[in-house]
């Protein structure tokens, strides 16, 4: 390809102020283009970079027996309806009518799909298991859409469904894929990612895990074990909450006047004590039906709504003004609470001795507050946010670091919810009817395109990957107005495209903006034809990333190019 | 691929009453699932065909300078807006609103979409010409889907846009892609094809063509002169209906008494003329506002909606019932009718002498209808059907034959009927502001696959072509349960899927079986191993189209079956 007839342009800057790196030099590069909210066009090079990704995944899919099949983008909300989803996931999921007014939904996951695919054809247990996989497009209506191809609402991924006779078949087909995960975010070029214990949310099922890219940009929290032995990994939105509260000397229990102080830090000021012996109140509301939920937490912590939501199996939202006279604001405690809220302790009250809490009286708080011995009997849940720095609950040392991630895929098993509520069964050895039990694992190729640049540019563009570079080699020619340049060049390009994806750089341009536009194309190999190096029959061989700068003679330039090019492939090879 | 672990079944029948072979075949050997009313999943064997299909494709479409890209399935409303055709476009586009009240389409061609991307980018002459084409999903909500992948309403579709400064120079490229389109019809094994005139239809422009494959099932009629030197071909849609009338006697004008009789058939039979010496009148109603349209036209030809529809800009529709007074339903003719209705003279009446006509008077026709005398000047358009064994439009004879074809590709030029909608410019070596004139080139994918199956089968099931196939070889281990057949099959496939795609049935199941799956896989090279040949240290191999079945000595099977793969490939390799 040559970049004179290369569709696109590269820009010095874009107008809209723009945080996320990968997404300003996918703009500047003239990989994407916006054409609505969340809704890119994928100009050549990302489409490059997309096929290359595809095929890695493709390639690691079929290695564990995975049977490429394409689902329709579009459905009949029937078998959306069986599986109870049509009504349970929100305005994400786009619905509309069809020219005959049956009501149809975009796919944004392809679970009922797959079952519908397999009800009627794996009908014993001799044909299990198995594994479909699709590369398809899907439109999920994301409210926030932001930071380019990181979270979008049409997107092209990968999903794949499993089937199986048994648990256990299940757990050794997830650490496959697992496995496969790892390999495809390395061959892809991935360096810095972990796979974290996952909310399973819409999905269903119970054990679930994100791959996660760690970069300051994700949106995701995750919590991580700093001591290599143990290797705890967890998203936030499900890691176990562990404090301790020594059972310390129980005092009398005192009202005490704490004039319109409403928050933890003026009443831990007012009356001298530490957040961490506050019982704290904070409320929510069912989003169905507005009604309360109280929970009661340490003073230093926070409530990790994911846990919440689980817990009450509902979605929730922060109470906002709260009407309820059984409830006052700012003054909630547990002693003489009467009120028709649901009523929740976080696990960090365990052992609470000597606390301040609310009085549920206007301007009173009670110090000496015993839960044991002024409650009794309490059922404690953990529904609190993990802390920085906060013990690890697997190792039990105080050794929990907070990073941002990116989640690039995820694997979920998902049990038989789909197989029961859509009636997909099989005969097993005695001819009794059995539900397969499934598992579902996804990556967003965007996404991860994306990621990958957020964790490999420079300040000047991004350092493609060779594995999935738009193309592996770039040929500069410094001056395609001289006659010798050219046809030096031009030699190269017409060799080295025979055995590898080159771009050739032919514009009369000065050298300035032709290692701009190099840098924002992120190529991993670049080959200058300069008079100056010729002059002397050399030719100049560099990497992106820098690393490597070499000038060779005209005559070993090929095969040096050749070379380097499979050396830096290395890495990225399957194993 | 192991046939024992391959999702889908072969069936021997299928419920539902099927009259097209190639939707037969697509169910009954495990190739597609219906989802909805002409929404489907692909099994691993269609989804294998296509993707070797889209090779093709991109293969040749990169060869004329083709840049990959990919444009959203969902785009907002407003760059249909801008095009015009957000209304235009009847309800086969569906439109929703996604969760913040915005007007949202799917992509039924992306026209708009190609614009939208180009607009910013492609601004000086010196960037011209160029195509850019994706692989992507479609859905148009059809009113009638039908024969199983041959009328859907989501399809994979390869669609290309290219951008000119010249009309001389978008005919170069026009020129250049239907060769390309030869070219990916003629790999992929199509065998009898042609492209044709075509209507431009909802894409605007003025010159298209459409790729047809003919065969008994196709829903297009195609006009096609049988003389080989002329080469005339066209869609019946667009074919230019070319009949003569000889300038006879004039005489005299007599209205005749026709008691009851609206049909030509029983008017011809009442006078004794023929349907030739005929003015039949026809009557059509605007759709936007029911005004009525009156067509004169020889008693013997049809009306062609296509080219009635051009003629009066409009959509159109048959009239039912006439209720408009002027007008005398079953004694219409073009003597001292007095309508406020469009009045039409197709060409077919051109020198008519003493033919009958309606009086416009309730059971009376005139005889001795002379349109030179008669009328005086009148204004002739051709908006007839080309009639089986009419006259060539291009050469003259009476060498019309018309046949029925399924339409696998179309090609348009569009001029600049999206450039100027939607403000699309480039400026000029004089630097004004120039529209690009654009062509659009489309291949729905399934399609092309089940066309290829239609013209390429036997009573067994679909006979692949090699370059297409979803697998090249298939290998049937008669017993499997024995050893020594096991071990030669299993070695072969070991061996084989090095270098080949192979498919190998290892079920302990009667031979008849097997080979009647191995039919509906439709795989070109089959090699049986079977204990009776083993006996005499034979193999056999034979093609799926019976042409070739042979014995070899196991030694040589290996490489017999590789050479045999690599003739069977030839007819379709690049040139």
Known sequence: MKVSSLLGERLKAVSEDIA??????????????????????????????????????????????????????????????????????????????????????????????SVHLVRNIAKSYTQYPFMI???????????????????????????????????????????????????????AGAKNF?????????????????????????????AICSNEECGYTANMECAESVVYNEKGESKELVKVNTPNMKTIDEVCHFLKVDAKSMCKA???????DDSLI???????????????????????????????????????????????????????????TNFVCGANEKDYHYMGFDIDRDL?????????????????????????????????????????????????????ENNTPQYPIMGCYGIGIGRLMASICEESHDNYGPIWPISIAPWEI??????????????????????????ADVLYDDRNIRPGSMFADADLFGIPVRVVVSPKNLAQNLIEISTRDKSIKTTVSVENAYQA?????????KPYKRV
Chains 1, 2 share one sequence.
Not at 134 to 142: A, G, P, Y
Not at 376 to 394: M, R
Not at 561 to 569: A, S
Request: hydrophobic share 35%; charged share 25%; net charge negative.
């Open 133 to 187: 996989y699709q590369i398809q497009t899907k439109f999920r209506d994301e409210a926030r859409p932001r930071g380019g191809l990181i979270r979008v609402r049409e997107f092209t991924m990968k999903d794949a469904y499993s089937f199986h006779t048994s648990n256990d078949d299940l757990i050794l087909y997830y650490n496959r894929c697992h496995k496969a995960y790892e390999n495809i975010f390395r061959r």
């Open 20 to 113: 996320i790196e990968s997404q300003l030099f996918m703009l500047k590069g003239g990989y994407i283009k916006s054409v609505g909210n969340g809704i890119f066009t994928l100009l050549p090079p990302a489409q490059r970079i997309s096929k290359k990704i595809q095929n890695i995944i493709r390639e690691e899919m079929d290695a564990i027996d995975g049977q490429e099949v394409l689902f329709p983008v579009v459905m009949p909300a029937s078998i959306w309806q069986e599986s109870g989803r049509y009504t349970s996931i929100g305005s994400e999921m786009v619905r509309f009518k069809d020219r005959s007014n049956s009501d149809m939904v975009l796919g944004m996951t392809h679970e009922e799909a």
């Open 474 to 499: 770039e040929i500069c020619n410094l001056r395609s107005d001289d006659e010798q340049v050219s046809s030096v060049a031009n030699k190269l390009y017409e060799d080295l495209s025979k055995v």
């Open 194 to 222: 972990i796979s974290v214990k996952s909310d399973s949310g819409m999905m269903g099922g119970n054990i679930s895990h994100e791959f996660m890219l760690l970069t300051p940009v994700g949106e995701d929290t995750l």
């Open 294 to 352: 109280v929970i009661f937490i340490r003073g230093d912590l926070e409530v990790n709504e994911t846990k919440l939501r689980n817990t009450v199996k509902s979605e929730i939202h922060k109470a906002q003004e709260i009407t309820d006279a059984s409830i006052c604001a700012g003054f909630i405690g547990p002693i003489g609470l009467k009120t028709t809220a649901t009523v929740i302790y976080d696990s960090s009250l365990k052992n609470a």
């Open 561 to 569: 190019i050749i070379d380097l090019v499979e050396e830096l492939k």
């Open 282 to 288: 904070v409320v929510y509301q069912r989003n169905s």
């Open 376 to 428: 009794g009997n309490v059922e404690y849940v953990d529904v609190a946010k993990i802390l920085d720095g906060g013990i690890c609950p697997k190792c039990g040392r105080h050794t929990i670091k907070l990073s941002n991630g990116i989640e690039i895929g995820n694997i979920f098993q998902l049990g038989t919810k789909y197989s029961k509520s859509m009636g997909l069964t099989y005969v097993d």
